[in-house]
């Protein structure tokens, strides 16, 4: 039943409602995400439905800026970014040690959204501590941010494929730390990965995808790329051909801006392009390795082409002999003696698959060390005040209609994780009761401890006995089963099933799962052969050798070999590897696959339990993937198994927030203490604030306050005045500091409206004397004769050459009629019929000089000047009167300079502004080849500037029968 006036899907925390069940809870969430609200209040999780399309708005800078240090959660409505706000906070206001450190646990099925929301939870937190920080601390923040975000594709290709639940589906867990440090601005990001799903490299159900960057790197290739590789057609290569859409994507082009946001984030990364070249390498190795086949009865031999194997050997950098060895063949070395045993068909096939699978893990957990090189703190070690925030994105419950020996391993985590989630939220908090002598007897939980026991239990649990198989040479799926069935049939959680079948079923808290046990053995033991290690060792492909961690030398004397083609040299190299290989793996502790996931997994929660936890509850309504459609049965299974309804329960009959005394008081001492004081952190004095800001229903422990889920909300809104008197304490600061100065500014516009009424009085004395005086000459003007202020007429220029002087006369009288000057064809006339008889610009040779250019503008002869060295010259025909324009490049980068070169009326020839005259042009260009036009110039006449193009602009200055000048 509602509360009165209740209206469905207004409610944003659903602990508010007075009767909320499974049905309460369905239909609340259905009629928010009807009107696109995906966030809900469950007390303090948050539970996000996947709209499956983007909701304008909703991740804007504006919901940053709103979310963003906020007193009162419930003043606006439930959001991720409140969620990340809420950690940031809790991490600021408490003092350094574990509970200061954060993290978010964000939970859910494949396809429900986890990882946007991790990243946009990872988004909010930088944007908060760029808030705190100094500029350059801010920009630190915002460069980190941007990395994190350019990386994502990097990650998201190399670890994400598409299934039939998720489009972009992580294959891997990622557990992500951002570390700040006192004053809680962000260091570095480190990042941790779980349980890569390397058997997707060679083999992909129906209707799913190998990983991304196979179908990226074939959308890339260009043709010199494709040569280099041997790459041809996708559709050949046996590891990604088995999807026809994956493979129509690659040829549709729709990839490729999708391979250049790869390849940049490769680059950002900072991988050199021989790490890259080596790394397309490796794929394309991968890729050829999966078209390698084997023949044969009992004994392996190859049967594909020898430019296949080639094809491969050349990417990974390994002699072709070596890998058909390694492929076909075991080697065991005892006492000196090789023991060759020749593998059956189906043993070879196991070794390239598991080849492939090695190489590609490693290639992985590679990439993943570059990023946290990129993106992790300066210093590994912590300092005693630095703290951490963690988002952890890890792959959600999973059953098929097959599941094997990963979604084993899953579904561990899984549960490890509601454990975890059980021991916060119920287990913890009765246990605290219990210490701190508060009454929690009402309260009751679900625990799921018995179940992980039957998986972690040594030495009858699941994983325990599955070991202990895969380490026994002959073990096999068959035994295994028998011995859980044998130390298992009857627990808890465990059913065995009729029949002789190799499976058995599983109790998890999000329902049974039954498990087929074919390939759990080889699985768990996830072996490379040695040869097959031996032969990696030897590769010169630099990447490949790293990750086999073998050595230059080796590489060297095997590529040698390779170069004689010599069998028995390759055979030679392959076995001294294989000893190295040997002899390291001595060395390392024998361990299987689920031992590592387990001990990783219990260093993973150590690292979570040593932090406050928050929870987002990640939900898929449908499994079309198609927005607006919410399928309530399948969230309704959802819900039941992420213990939901379990939460709102205990949430509304117990505490949720327990902080010490020490933390109370030092964020909400202000309450009930004067602001100067000092009060110990004892139940009396939290009982005090308390009190005094009236809030009820609380209990004081033994060390800590207990509160419940309502009560923080309050105790904020209680607190909230203090902020806001500190603002109108600044506020009230900065008007006496603002009125001060206005007053300094007005004293100084008096001052400066004297001085500028004394310049006016200045002025208009000086203005009037000035017009007495203007007054007093105008009548003197009126005085004077008409014609007083009339010119005579200048008198036109007398030439000794009678034919300058008729030109002259001519231009002169039509350049009064038409007003516009002297024309070229003037121009032109005057140089046939005077200057050419001078000899002006005409070498000895009787051709013109090459410095000596027709009638060209100042912008043409700019044009020839510019791009040649300081020094070179022109002499040019003027257009608008009789004489030349000299055009000179004194230095790089100035303008180029221009002189007028006139005729005396005696024929002689001077630069305009220079009083030395010449007999001729050639002489006056002759002279200035060892004499500056201007003194201030820094070179001469040195270098002429002749014609340049097809056509010669001095030809309109000849007649026919003068084209020989022209040279």
């Known amino acids: 039943m509602a509360l009165p006036?209740?209206?469905?899907?207004?409610?944003?925390?659903?602990?508010?409602?007075?009767?909320?069940?499974?049905?309460?809870?369905?239909?609340?969430?259905?009629?928010?995400?009807?009107?696109?609200?995906?966030?809900?209040?469950v007390g303090e999780i948050l539970v996000a439905v996947n709209p499956f399309k983007m909701i304008?708005?909703?991740?804007?800078?504006?919901?940053?800026?709103?979310?963003?240090?906020?007193?009162?959660?419930?003043?606006?409505?439930?959001?991720?970014?409140?969620?990340?706000?809420?950690?940031?906070?809790?991490?600021?206001?408490?003092?350094?040690?574990?509970?200061?450190?954060?993290?978010?646990?964000i939970s859910g099925e494949s396809g429900a959204g986890k990882t946007e929301s991790a990243k946009l939870f990872m988004k909010h937190i930088i944007y908060l501590s760029t808030k705190t920080s100094s500029n350059a601390e801010g920009n630190a923040a915002h460069g980190l941010e941007e990395k994190i975000i350019q990386l994502n594709p990097l990650l998201e290709a190399f670890g994400n494929a598409q299934t039939l639940m998720n489009d972009n589906s992580s294959r891997f867990g990622k557990f992500v730390q951002l570390r700040f440090n006192a004053s809680h601005h962000i260091e570095g990001a480190l990042m941790s990965d779980y349980l890569l799903e390397k058997s997707r490299v060679v083999n992909q159900g129906d209707g799913e995808r190998n990983f991304h960057v196979f179908y990226l790197f074939f959308a890339g290739l260009t043709d010199a790329d494709r040569e280099r590789y041997s790459l041809s057609d996708p559709e050949e290569h046996r590891y990604i051909n088995g999807n026809d859409v994956a493979l129509g994507d690659i040829s549709s082009g729709k990839l490729g801006?999708?391979?250049?946001?790869?390849?940049?984030?490769?680059r950002i990364v900072g991988f050199t392009d021989q790490q890259m070249n080596n790394l397309w390498a490796l794929l394309a190795g991968i890729l050829h390795t999966g078209d390698i086949e084997f023949g044969g009865d009992e004994e392996a031999y190859l049967v594909s082409a020898d430019d296949v194997v080639a094809k491969c050997t050349t990417n990974l950098g390994i002699v072709q002999d070596v890998l058909v060895e390694a492929l076909t063949s075991s080697i065991n070395i005892t006492r000196g003696e090789s023991i060759v045993r020749k593998y059956k068909p189906y043993e070879a096939e196991d070794a390239r698959d598991a080849m492939a699978k090695s190489l590609y893990g490693k290639a992985f957990r590679w990439i993943v060390n570059q990023v946290n090189k990129l993106l992790g703190p300066k210093t590994k070690r912590m300092n005693p005040t630095d703290k951490n925030i963690g988002i952890l994105d890890i792959f959600g419950f999973e059953c098929f209609d097959v599941n094997s020996f990963e979604q084993l391993l899953i579904n561990l985590a899984n549960e490890r994780l509601q454990q975890f989630f059980n021991d916060h939220i119920f287990k913890m908090e009765l246990d605290e009761y219990a210490k701190e002598g508060v009454d929690g007897s009402k309260i009751t939980y679900e625990d799921n401890t018995a179940l992980l026991d039957l998986f972690m239990t040594r030495p009858t649990g699941l994983l325990a006995l599955c070991d202990e198989e895969a380490l026994f040479p002959k073990g096999s799926d068959k035994s295994m089963v028998e011995k859980f069935h044998s130390n298992l049939h009857g627990k808890k959680g465990y059913e065995k099933p009729r029949g002789n079948d190799p499976k058995f079923t599983i109790h998890h808290y999000a329902g049974p799962v039954e498990y087929q046990a074919e390939g759990f053995i080889d699985k768990n033991r996830d072996t490379l052969p040695i040869?097959?290690?031996?032969?990696?060792?030897?590769?010169?492909?630099?990447?490949?050798?790293?990750?086999?961690?073998?050595?230059?030398?080796?590489?060297?004397?095997?590529?040698?070999?390779k170069g004689k083609r010599d069998a028995a040299n390759a055979k030679k190299n392959l076995r001294k590897s294989m000893k190295k290989a040997a002899k390291a793996q001595a060395k390392a502790k024998k361990t299987t696959v689920g031992a590592d996931f387990k001990d990783s997994l219990i260093k993973l929660m150590a690292e979570m339990s040593n932090a406050?936890?928050?929870?987002?509850?990640?939900?898929?309504?449908?499994?079309?993937?198609?927005?607006?459609?919410?399928?309530?049965e399948m969230v309704t299974k959802q819900l039941r198994y992420t213990g939901m309804l379990e939460t709102t329960r205990i949430r509304k009959e117990g505490y949720a927030f327990r902080p010490t005394f020490g933390d109370f008081l030092h964020r909400y001492k202000m309450l009930g203490f004067p602001f100067s004081a000092n009060p110990p952190a004892t139940a009396a004095s939290c009982t005090q604030v308390l009190d005094k800001a009236g809030i009820t229903g609380w209990q004081v422990g033994k060390t800590k306050v207990f509160l419940r889920y309502f009560h923080i909300d309050e105790l904020n809104e209680k607190f909230?005045?203090?902020?806001?008197?500190?603002?109108?304490?600044?506020?009230?600061?900065?008007?006496?500091?603002?009125?001060?100065?206005?007053?300094?500014?007005?004293?100084?516009?008096?001052?400066?409206?004297?001085?500028?009424?004394?310049?006016?009085?200045?002025?208009?004395?000086?203005?009037?004397?000035?017009?007495?005086?203007?007054?007093?000459?105008?009548?003197?003007?009126?005085?004077?004769?008409?014609?007083?202020?009339?010119?005579?007429?200048?008198?036109?220029?007398?030439?000794?050459?009678?034919?300058?002087?008729?030109?002259?006369?001519?231009?002169?009288?039509?350049?009064?009629?038409?007003?516009?000057?002297?024309?070229?064809a003037q121009s032109i006339k005057w140089f046939r019929e005077v200057e050419m008889k001078k000899g002006a610009g005409v070498s000895s040779a009787g051709t013109f000089e090459e410095w000596f250019h027709g009638v060209i503008t100042r912008k043409q002869s700019e044009e020839l000047l510019q791009d040649k060295q300081p020094g070179t010259f022109l002499v040019r025909v003027s257009e608008s009167r009789f004489g030349y324009?000299?055009?000179?490049?004194?230095?790089?980068?100035?303008?180029?300079?221009?002189?007028?070169i006139d005729q005396t009326p005696d024929g002689q020839y001077q630069v305009v502004g220079n009083r030395k005259l010449f007999g001729s042009l050639n002489e006056l260009v002759q002279y200035h080849h060892t004499?500056?036009?201007?003194?201030?110039?820094?070179?001469?006449?040195v270098h002429p500037c002749g014609q340049e193009g097809d056509v010669d602009d001095r030809a309109e200055l000849v007649d026919k029968k003068h084209r020989n000048m022209l040279g």
């Open 5 to 41: 006036g209740h209206k469905l899907g207004q409610t944003e925390n659903l602990t508010e409602l007075e009767n909320l069940n499974e049905e309460t809870l369905l239909a609340e969430l259905k009629a928010r995400y009807d009107r696109d609200v995906i966030y809900t209040y």
């Open 56 to 105: 304008e708005g909703i991740y804007d800078v504006s919901k940053s800026v709103v979310y963003a240090n906020m007193g009162d959660r419930s003043a606006e409505p439930p959001h991720l970014f409140a969620v990340a706000d809420g950690a940031f906070q809790a991490m600021v206001n408490t003092a350094p040690g574990p509970t200061a450190n954060q993290v978010c646990v």
């Open 257 to 266: 801006p999708m391979y250049k946001e790869l390849a940049e984030c490769i």
């Open 612 to 632: 406050s936890p928050h929870f987002i509850r990640c939900i898929k309504p449908n499994h079309q993937k198609a927005p607006g459609m919410f399928e309530d």
């Open 531 to 561: 040869d097959v290690v031996g032969a990696l060792r030897l590769s010169d492909n630099d990447l490949v050798r790293e990750l086999f961690e073998g050595d230059t030398e080796d590489a060297a004397a095997a590529k040698k070999g």
């Open 720 to 824: 909230l005045p203090f902020p806001l008197a500190a603002q109108k304490l600044t506020k009230v600061a900065r008007g006496f500091n603002a009125r001060a100065e206005v007053r300094k500014l007005k004293a100084a516009a008096a001052e400066e409206a004297k001085r500028v009424n004394r310049l006016f009085t200045t002025a208009e004395q000086l203005i009037n004397d000035t017009h007495s005086v203007l007054l007093a000459l105008c009548d003197e003007d009126n005085a004077r004769p008409a014609d007083f202020f009339v010119k005579p007429a200048p008198k036109p220029k007398e030439y000794q050459d009678k034919a300058m002087q008729k030109l002259a006369k001519k231009a002169q009288s039509k350049k009064a009629q038409s007003k516009k000057g002297f024309s070229r």
């Open 885 to 900: 324009s000299l055009s000179h490049k004194v230095a790089n980068g100035q303008r180029i300079k221009h002189y007028m």
């Open 931 to 941: 004499h500056k036009i201007v003194s201030g110039d820094p070179v001469c006449l």
